[in-house]
């Protein structure tokens, strides 16, 4: 079943124009036809069943028939990430999203190579992987800002869970409650980091095991941590 990610209100009986590209995946890539069911969701209203009205030349509109499946929260961590390669940094997105994230917060590090963050490009890839691992929420994208401003203004009931290689860590483990896990660069954080950090109530620095990882690779490891099942 194709799912997209609408921005529209959705009730019995609403029509929703498509995007261009949404027009254009429908037709041109996945050959569908007026008439055709497709399933919306936006975030707020659940998800529904939605006819093809109509669909040509890069238009179309959906009319929305019955819910499917009615609005959930979807309250998962915070992934704050040393922003990386446009690629890796692409990946990370892309995973984080599947994982379950609800928020994805890029920073600027003592050591982040990178100047600047395409938003809308990550929100693209965010809402991409949002139809396809059914979700019912996109993940809030957050501006890039700098390490120290985040923690300036972070919510201090939330627990930032700090990934550590090389430290003398706590492995991580499943967390209760809001929380939020933070990955270095590529080369790690930096002096003025760890400074900045250890001044900080709500770090906690915690380990993902005895390896060294690619910040990606921990970034989808950690977030597995994180919300593992509860055995039993
Ligand atoms: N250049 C660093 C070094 O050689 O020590 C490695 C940085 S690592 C490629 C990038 C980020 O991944 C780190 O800042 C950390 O947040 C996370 N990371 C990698 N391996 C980890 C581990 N075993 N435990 C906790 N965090 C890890």
Known sequence: MIRLYVESALSPGAVVEASEAQAHYLGGVMRRAVGDIVHLFNGTDGEWACRIATLARGKSALAV???VRSQ????????????LKRDTTDL?????????????LPVFTERTNAARV???????????????SERLTVPDIRPA??????????????ALHVAQERADAQPLGRAEGAAGLLIGPEGGFGPRDH???DRCRFVRAV???PRILRAETAAIAGLALLQAPRCG
């Open 65 to 67: 028939e019955v819910q």
């Open 72 to 83: 959930a929260e979807e309250p998962g961590p915070w992934l704050v990430f040393a922003v």
């Open 92 to 104: 990370v997105v892309q995973k984080a999203t599947e994982l379950g994230v609800s928020a994805l």
């Open 118 to 132: 395409n938003l809308d490009r990550l929100r693209a890839i965010a809402t991409e992987a949002a139809e396809q």
């Open 145 to 158: 800002r700098q390490l120290h401003d985040l923690l300036r203004d972070w919510p201090t009931d939330r």
């Open 195 to 197: 400074a900045m950090l």
């Open 207 to 209: 380990s993902l095991g």
